[in-house]
């Protein structure tokens, strides 16, 4: 086996168990890695959030009716789950065509789909009674629990579920294409943590067409393409005007959420400055669900016109803030697929903390509105 030789390896591995395997088995042999670059990785994050939002907006329309046994919310979560639990599976594959690829569908579309803050947003109508339904306190609690329960427990068997699927999707892959194109890539130096894609090896930076692969070419040119058509809608269709806003504004949650989630595997440089009870959390994924979650807050009272009463553009603006930028910078998918991978106990720490933290923000932003509010207007 010459020097100049590419192997394949496993993904899941990281860089230096992979280098220490292989120089075992063929002393001297270089390994080739592949880069992602960071062009393609943002133009496919901006696509995949677009098709994120109208999935979720479309969703939640489609379960809203007079009489469902469960709440439309449930459906976004389930699905954006799913989809992550197999792309977590398939991620070798996806690795394969284009490491903007994997970045896309996983931060990008299942990230945009679910959402964390409209989850807690649910959990506070439930406990505050914001429909003035005519039962107890004690009905309002358990109402809040009920939605905290099934939107946990559904996530995480949801990403269980998708786990499953993924496996026989790669065994079936490696049974039709392994003859010819193996399951497993080249080793990469870019993608090593499980949810992220560090643009730490673009190099050649965002201009160097001549090595961009097909899929980041296709990602690009949907980016670009997403973004001028809901620039379009917004001027020329005035129906749908507030979920074009939206398909604008998510990308930018979507693309600072990734920007966060470089904390994730960073524990040794932020144990410095944070207190010991959050070294080794998901800190990128902990801040942009605290995060969102404290700007759907305000956003939730200023739509109710307590502060002022809302315009008719005033409440285009709000509802695709609320659904675009705070509905993709917050996500459920990647938060349940952290809590699988973690050990029990720093798992229910941190969805401890992060469900207190938001609902903290909630309670203290409008929770307060609406044990005080004497005055009631209509919502945007």
Known sequence: MSSSEVVSVPVEEPLEVVEEQYEEQAPGLSLKPVYAFVGPVILGLVFFSMIGVLVRVHLNRLFTYAGAPVY????????????????????????????????????????SITTFSSWQLLL?????????????????FLGGMSVLATTLGCSVAAIRLGQMIGDE?????????????????????????????EPTGHRDGWLAWDKWAKFDIALAAGGVAGAIASTVAVA????????????????????????LASLNTQPRQNSRYLPRVLVGLPLGTLIANVLGSAILSIIYILQTGAVVRPSAASCYVLAAVSDGFCGCLTTISTFAAEITTMRSRPSMLYAGISIVVAQAFFILI???????????????
């Open 169 to 197: 999707l790669r065994i079936a892959f490696n049974y039709f294409l392994a003859r010819s194109t193996p399951a497993e890539i080249q080793v990469t130096k870019v993608e090593t943590a499980m949810f992220t894609t």
């Open 72 to 111: 439309s919310l449930i459906w976004v979560q389930l699905l954006g789950c799913f989809i992550m639990g197999m792309s977590m599976r398939l991620k070798g594959v996806l690795l394969s065509y284009s490491p903007a690829l994997n970045t896309g569908i996983t931060t990008g579309l299942c990230g």
């Open 366 to 380: 409008s929770g307060i509105y609406f044990k005080t509010a004497t005055v009631d207007y209509d919502t945007c």
């Open 124 to 140: 506070l109508q439930q406990f505050f009674n914001t429909t003035r339904s005519d039962h107890s306190q004690f009905r309002n």
């Open 236 to 259: 020329l269709a005035p129906r749908t005007r507030s979920v074009s806003i939206a398909l604008l504004f998510g990308p930018l949650g979507t693309i600072l959420r990734w920007q």
